[in-house]
């Protein structure tokens, strides 16, 4: 309709999009919940591979912690096998009461 420039202030828009991030990013943290893995402890694993198909679990165990490294990752063990998991693969198990 009208022949007007238009000048962005990419400056203020940077600004504004990083509030939102952080008001977002802020928002997702309150979720989360801090939680320190101990050797002995039992934990479940999560299966590899993508979809999972109807009727399948979602997670494996309760396997128990023999060592925690300083990285991320835990040791634990599988029957006969110790295996070196990230923390991202695994949650804590709680033991059922009653």
């Known amino acids: 309709m009208f022949d007007l420039t238009y000048l962005a202030d990419w400056t203020a828009i940077g600004k504004k999009r990083q ?14 919940f801090d939680f320190d893995y101990l050797v002995g402890q039992k ?19 309760p396997y128990i912690i023999t060592s925690v490294h300083t990285n991320g990752t835990i040791r634990i063990q599988r029957g006969s096998i110790s ?11 709680f033991e059922p009461i009653g």
């Open 19 to 32: 509030l939102v991030v952080d008001k977002q990013n802020v928002k997702e943290n309150k979720q989360r």
């Open 43 to 61: 934990v479940l694993l999560e299966q590899d591979g993508g979809k999972l198909r109807k009727g399948q679990v979602k997670y494996l165990g």
């Open 83 to 93: 295996e070196r998991v990230n923390i991202r693969r695994v949650t804590p198990y």
